[in-house]
């Protein structure tokens, strides 16, 4: 294949895509939904404009060719979501990375991940096939696997995402635990804690405290509150946090000792993890040793010894 007829090919391709496009986004095309038809008559009278009303957020820095395209991505993106009953779970796990995006956003960013790796590798496909210098069978995978990876990747950095804020929710929490034992031991109530805690501390698990107290702000009660916050995080020690404070608003049991017994809780662990850590480091650092200087420092150790037994003979 020659560069004009790969350039070629690559000229039709885009051609037909922009036109299949046209065609699709034609009102013919997308027909009205019953949702779409009854949404005037249900919709509450606003006296405002909507051309005053902000402009969706961009998920890409394309700008404008993101707004032309969204319609499109957005139908694939619900029709993605028809294959995926992980819907509820992938909630989850986005209010676990503290992200604000729902799930439709996210798997738009998937989908454009999978198309950016699926263009630039055909891009380079399409080059190394001018050149001469790889089959079409190989190229199509090779395309098609930069593609899947590009979709996997992002989910791949969104548990990146988790690990990372647990570990600094974690390392967080005995600081604010003991500083609402304290808060508690000076007689404030368990809301009037987590106010001071919002207003002192920055974090992460700070910044979830904030979110039970606006709850609370807003008329849920507070061990409602606590327990989403449970449900969000996902975490042991402060699913057992929550359980301490439920316990002690509906019992009237001691808080302030079970809030430090439970940073104290969190410090050994911390402790065991660096100790399993370590013990896992050291087991890695034989590798290197083993394979690389012991090997050497044998050689060293023996060669000479060979060379004058060679030179004596």
């Not at 991940?113 to 199509?140: E, H, K, R």
């Amino acid at each position: 294949m020659t560069p004009v007829l790969a350039l070629a090919a690559l000229a039709g391709l885009l051609l037909g895509v922009g036109l299949w496009l046209v065609v699709v986004r034609l009102p013919a095309m997308r027909p009205v939904t019953l949702t779409q038809r009854i949404a005037p008559q249900l919709r509450a009278v606003d006296v405002r404009s909507r051309l005053l009303a902000e402009a969706p957020a961009d998920l890409t820095p394309f700008g404008a060719l993101e707004r032309i395209l969204r319609p499109l991505l957005a139908d694939a993106v619900s029709w993605s979501h028809r294959f995926n009953p992980a819907a509820a779970t992938l909630a989850g796990r986005l209010a676990q990375a503290g992200r604000g995006q729902t799930t439709t956003d996210f798997r738009a960013q998937q989908l454009l991940w999978a198309a950016g790796a699926l263009a630039g590798s055909t891009l380079v496909m399409v080059l190394l096939a001018a050149a001469g210098s790889v089959d079409p069978p190989l190229a199509v995978v090779l395309i098609l696997g930069c593609a899947v990876l590009g979709f996997v990747g992002r989910d791949y950095l969104l548990s990146a995402d988790i690990r990372r804020r647990e570990a600094r929710m974690l390392a967080e929490f005995p600081s604010l635990a003991e500083l609402m034992a304290l808060a508690v031991s000076a007689g404030e109530s368990t809301t009037g804690a987590l106010e001071r805690i919002c207003r002192t501390a920055r974090g992460e698990l700070a910044g979830e405290f904030g979110l039970v107290l606006a709850a609370t702000r807003a008329g849920k009660p507070l061990v409602d509150a606590l327990q989403e916050f449970s449900h969000r995080t996902r975490l042991a020690p402060l699913a057992r946090f929550v359980d301490g404070i439920t316990v002690a608003v509906q019992r009237g049991t001691p808080l302030a000792d079970v809030l430090r017994a439970q940073a104290q809780d969190v410090r050994d662990l911390a402790k065991r993890d660096l100790m399993e850590s370590a013990g896992k480091k050291e087991i890695a650092m034989m590798v290197p040793l083993v394979f690389g200087v012991l090997p050497l420092t044998v050689l060293f150790a023996v060669y000479p010894g060979i060379a004058l037994i060679t030179i004596g003979f």
